[in-house]
């Protein structure tokens, strides 16, 4: 077990400073090591799939089950031969369909999700910012319970402002023709300002994830070289 | 003694005072006045008819075909093309009054409907009834008997070109009687107007289309022959009339002796034409403009250049690598070398707090669902993130709901819930692999019909549905991705309490369902975490951590304002464009 363990932590060793060899650019090592992780990912999911999903989903309801399950199964299994009649150059235009149901299907469920789940609760939330009931909550904070419901009020009206795309009805001419309308315009400046402070929220996010993984590495290396070492 | 003016172009009849044609306004100015009373009217009926009824006929083809009648007719005219020139030469002949019974079905049944129906094609096909009829009473006329060759010298064509035998000298008297002398003057109008000098083509040497056989192969086989005269020759003629030659013509003409119009039908094969011309090429003006653009690209590609200097990449990968080492030096430093203290204490907002209370407060033996949602790259910082809300979770004991919707998630799920302590007696329950999409799919028929229950289908839907769960646990990397699953288990079960177990970068994106209420609680990156760990006086994880992270963020930070105030790289276009 524990050489089991040294083996593949050499092995983790080598494709980290695999990884990490892009710093001088692109190069061999980096190459065959991305190569390697993209084969292995692809060949995991194919096995977990099957596994997971067509075994137990589809494969076991068309073998055990009664009539009714198999008669369920029939258009998951049309759909799944014409998807994979696809890929014969004749048989292009069939891999239609499929797609057609998949992408119908995941419109349906984004757009329910972000109707149900998050425009209509997050406009709730800024209704409610301004209850005053809220705002006696925490009679201490009050006032920065109201500041908090304007700024988030200003804040969302500005950056629906900023993505408003119209024009003047009657521009004057010359540059005025593509601009907005004065009060979007103003709005919008505002919501530009928000959005470049969510955007860098979103940036330093990242920024910290990745500091974060390359401290993990650098542990893993140290742990690795103590552990050939016999002091870990 | 009556003057008129024929059109050149449309050879309509003009007063010899016009000075424009009434018909297509082309100019009259240089068209001398012809007597009308050496003029045959019927002749130039005679023209236009000929035009007309080759109008007319793809219009019978068409009607012909919508009743089913157009293969007979192809396979009677594929028939005939294929027919040697002794059979075209017999078809092109007046029918024999024996030979009636051998008229063929398509025929019989044309002229069935043209006695039925009034229309242009009833007219064309009475036409040619009436046109074998005046033909067999006028058999022993002896104009036109041969009406083959009567057509080629209506065209200006030595009878040599039609590639049949020569004409009865009976019919058209001696050779002299073919001269151009001995034509009459509208004949030679015609063939003013058309530009057809029959003593030109007479002395066009014979080419290998006047032997009779396909023209398409003579075509070729001059071609690759190479005959020069052939070729010189073939090109006199269009590819369209090649293919018309083809085909079964209809023609009719007027018998100027008896003074009615006579139809006849012609079938002439390409045997009757009297010259091929190769293929022309057509190049539209698009495609003479994507020629010219290739062959400048060419040009240019093909162009001399000088050779391209590196641009200082030997000089950014130094600088790279100076860079990467200076903060893998520090990192370590401060991992290793530093005091493990610095935990910000104070520090935790008001959804870490309601995290961590709701964990401490969990009844035993609760239900809650776990979802690993997350890559193997962000595996560190989920599991600095999750462990106090873990460990607390095991000390309830409570019964856990395992669902990865990340391929990896399956294994690391289980290697974050090894390295917790006390995890050996939990009861969990795997529900294996589980795409949030496809859950999104099942969430949505569940609700739609929530008496259905599927069967050999995830039983997360009909889990959360039910009975649900006490609580469910979203451990995700990315906000998109967490925000999927705060969407569908508010809306499927709106009384569960979510909490996210989230990475730095999926965090600031993720606070508004938390001040939505729609997620009761939140743990987003180290930071947070320190300051749980720090609550609860322990630094022995992410202590050294801690202080890597903030040396690493200074680091980074001082490299990037150095980046941004003197390395800003701006290729050549964009300082020409700032120029400009």
Same mark, same amino acid.
């Given at each position: 077990m524990i050489l089991n363990d040294v083996v593949w932590g050499v092995v983790g060793l080598l494709l980290t400073i695999m990884i990490l060899s892009y710093l001088i650019g692109d190069n061999v090592f980096f190459r065959l090591a991305a190569h390697l992780f993209v084969g292995l990912t692809a060949g995991y999911m194919a096995v977990l799939i099957i596994r997971q999903i067509l075994v137990p989903y589809l494969i076991q309801p068309l073998i055990n089950g009664g009539w009714v399950e198999r008669l369920w199964m029939i258009g998951p299994l049309a759909l799944v031969i014409l998807l994979l009649l696809s890929q014969l150059p004749r048989f292009t235009s069939l891999g239609r369909i499929p797609l057609a149901y998949l992408a119908g299907l995941t419109a349906a469920v984004v757009i329910g999700g972000a109707v149900f789940g998050t425009l209509i609760p997050q406009s709730r939330a800024i209704v409610e910012a301004f209850d005053p009931a809220v705002w006696q909550a925490d009679p201490g904070q009050k006032w920065f319970r109201v500041l908090d419901a304007v700024v988030m009020l200003i804040g969302t009206v500005g950056v629906l402002s900023y993505f408003h795309f119209g024009r003047k009805l009657i521009p004057r001419g010359g540059q005025d023709a593509i601009k907005k309308p004065y009060p979007f315009e103003v709005l919008a400046g505002i919501?530009?300002?928000?959005?470049?402070?969510?955007?860098?929220?979103?940036f330093a996010g990242v920024f910290s994830t990745a500091l974060l993984a390359l401290i993990d590495r650098i542990l893993f290396i140290n742990q690795i070289i103590l552990r050939l070492m016999g002091a870990g | 003694m009556m003057s008129k003016l024929i059109c050149p172009k449309c050879s309509a009849e003009n007063s010899d005072q016009s000075t424009h044609c009434f018909e297509c306004e082309a100019s009259l100015a240089a068209v001398a006045p012809s007597d009308i009373n050496n003029f045959n009217p019927s002749e130039v009926e005679e023209f236009d008819l000929m035009q007309e009824s080759e109008n007319d006929l793809p219009g019978l083809l068409s009607a012909l075909k919508q009743n089913g009648d157009i293969d007979a007719i192809d396979d009677e005219a594929d028939g005939a093309v294929e027919q040697s020139p002794a059979i075209s030469q017999e078809n092109s002949l007046p029918e024999q009054p024996g030979q009636e019974e051998q008229v063929p079905d398509w025929l019989n049944r044309i002229r069935q409907r043209a006695s039925e129906e009034e229309d242009s094609v009833g007219e064309i096909t009475q036409k040619i009834s009436a046109a074998q009829k005046s033909l067999e009473d006028d058999k022993k006329a002896h104009q036109h008997q041969n009406f083959k060759s009567w057509l080629q010298n209506v065209r200006g064509l030595p009878p040599g070109q039609a590639g049949n035998p020569p004409p009865q000298q009976e019919d058209l008297g001696d050779?002299?009687?073919? %001269?151009?002398?001995?034509? $009459?003057?509208?004949?030679?109008?015609?063939?003013?107007v058309k530009g057809t000098d029959p003593e030109d083509e007479a002395t066009e040497p014979v080419s290998i289309s006047d032997q009779g056989g396909d023209s398409l192969?003579?075509?070729?086989?001059?071609?690759?022959e190479g005959d020069e005269d052939s070729q010189d020759q073939l090109e006199d003629t269009s590819a369209l009339e090649l293919e018309d030659d083809q085909k079964t013509r209809q023609t009719r003409i007027v018998d100027r002796d008896q003074g009615s119009e006579v139809t006849r039908q012609v079938r002439t094969t390409q045997q009757t034409s009297s010259r091929v011309k190769p293929p022309e090429l057509h190049v539209?003006?698009?495609?003479?403009?994507?020629?010219?653009?290739? %062959?400048?690209?060419?040009?240019?590609?093909?162009? $001399?250049?000088?050779?391209?200097? $590196?641009e200082g990449k030997s000089s950014a990968w130094v600088i790279r690598l100076v860079v990467a080492v200076l903060l893998i030096t520090g990192l370590s430093l401060s991992l290793f070398l530093g005091s493990g203290g610095g935990v910000p204490q104070g520090a935790l907002q008001p959804h870490n707090v309601a995290a961590l209370s709701w964990a401490e407060e969990l009844e035993a033996r609760s239900s809650l669902l776990l979802v690993f949602d997350y890559q193997s790259g962000f595996a560190e910082e989920i599991s600095l993130v999750a462990r106090p809300i873990l460990q607390a979770v095991i000390q309830s004991e409570s019964e856990l709901s395992i669902l990865s919707s990340t391929a990896s998630g399956v294994v690391l799920s289980r290697q974050l819930l090894g390295d917790m302590a006390g995890a050996d007696g939990l009861d969990i329950i795997d529900l294996g692999?589980? $795409?949030? %999409?496809?859950y999104g799919a099942f969430s949505m028929a569940n609700r739609a019909i929530p008496q259905w229950r599927f069967k050999n289908l995830p039983e997360l839907p009909n889990l959360v549905s039910g009975e649900g769960f006490d609580?469910?646990?979203?451990l995700s990397d990315r906000h998109d991705r967490a925000r999927v699953w705060v969407e569908q288990l508010n809306a499927l079960s709106p009384q569960m309490p979510i909490k996210l177990l989230v990475t730095s970068q999926a965090g600031p994106m993720l606070m508004p369902y938390w001040e939505a209420g729609q997620v009761t609680g939140m743990i987003a990156g180290i930071t947070e975490a320190a300051g749980i760990e720090a609550l609860q006086e322990d630094s022995s994880v992410i202590g050294n951590r801690w202080q890597a992270y903030r040396t690493g963020s200074i680091m980074l930070i001082v490299v990037m304002l150095i980046g941004a105030v003197f390395l800003v790289d701006q290729n050549p276009e964009d300082q020409e464009m700032e120029s400009a």
């Open positions: 919501g530009q300002v928000f959005i470049g402070i969510a955007l860098g929220a979103v | 050779k002299d009687a073919q %001269s151009p002398e001995h034509d $009459p003057d509208w004949l030679l109008r015609i063939r003013k192969l003579q075509w070729l086989v001059a071609l690759e539209s003006r698009e495609e003479q403009n994507q020629a010219d653009q290739l %062959s400048a690209v060419i040009g240019d590609e093909r162009a $001399p250049r000088p050779p391209r200097e $590196p692999y589980f $795409p949030v %999409s496809v609580g469910a646990l979203i």
